[in-house]
């Protein structure tokens, strides 16, 4: 169905649809699913409603203007009941995550992918599960959490860490709401525990992750980590999308 630009309009009819038994996908870009916040929360979460949403130009989107920068779907997200998100990074993960979306959701669930293509990948990273993978040395005393593509920056950062004899772990979250129990648990092991992510626009992200891991009884409560954080004005002007990556990660390793 071509509904034009009316994303308010694209999200209560995908309600209906879902609510007479189809799969409805609605494929928008983050800065216009803005427009729809009522709607998602009203005609879909509340009605827990089955409704897939693809996110085009998840995260800075540079070359496409100021008003294009997808830095916001993240908290507005957050903030829904009934809903999942997922962050892939590469193609493998965003077919796996378009998957479970679709066949093994009942709910508002969201995919975000980014402009552009795949960025780097190590040669040794296996994507394991849809929900997320540890990439690194798991017997490093530090560990980076980190979703989407931010996962290759921080990769770097490890290849340039490994050269100067520092251990790291990488926390790749695959699904970012809600969060894997199961990766929380086991990245209380670590003493130092790192957020990789973009702020200020994340930042009820970053509160539902430190809550979290703060709310499991452990030795490591008092180091429910700091944020490595790529900071962004309130709005993120026009220019290379590269720009917003040059925050180097591993100066908070060092």
């Known amino acids: 169905f071509d509904v034009g630009i009316a994303e308010q309009h694209a999200v209560t009819f995908a309600g209906g649809l879902s609510a007479k038994g189809m799969v409805p996908v609605f494929a928008v870009y983050s800065t216009f699913l803005q427009r729809a916040y009522d709607q998602l929360l009203h005609d879909v979460a509340m009605q827990k409603l089955h409704v897939v949403i ?48 679709v066949y093994h959701t009942d709910s508002l669930v969201a995919v975000r992918y980014p402009r552009g293509g795949e960025l780097y990948r190590p040669k040794d990273y296996t994507e394991v599960s849809v929900d997320f993978d540890f990439y690194g040395d798991l017997s490093s005393d530090t560990l980076i959490v980190t979703y989407g593509r931010l996962f290759s920056n921080c990769c770097k950062a490890l290849e340039i860490l490994k050269e100067k004899g520092k251990k790291i772990c990488i926390l790749k979250l695959n699904r970012i709401k809600p ?47 700091q944020p490595a954080r790529i900071d962004l004005p309130s709005f993120y002007a026009h220019g290379s999308s590269a720009l917003g990556r040059r925050t180097p990660v591993s100066r908070y390793c060092s």
């Open 179 to 225: 969060l894997p129990l199961d990766a929380v648990k086991a990245s209380m092991k670590f003493k130092n525990i790192l957020y990789y992510i973009v702020l200020p626009h994340a930042l009820q992200f970053l509160y539902t992750i430190k809550t979290i891991y703060l709310s499991i009884p452990s030795g490591n409560q008092k180091k429910a980590g």
């Open 54 to 101: 693809g996110i085009d130009r998840a995260g800075i989107v540079g070359d496409d203007g100021e008003t294009h920068q997808g830095v916001f779907d993240v908290s507005m997200l957050n903030s829904f009941p009934n809903t999942t998100i997922y962050s892939p990074c590469y193609f493998e993960g965003l077919k796996k995550a378009l998957n479970q979306a």
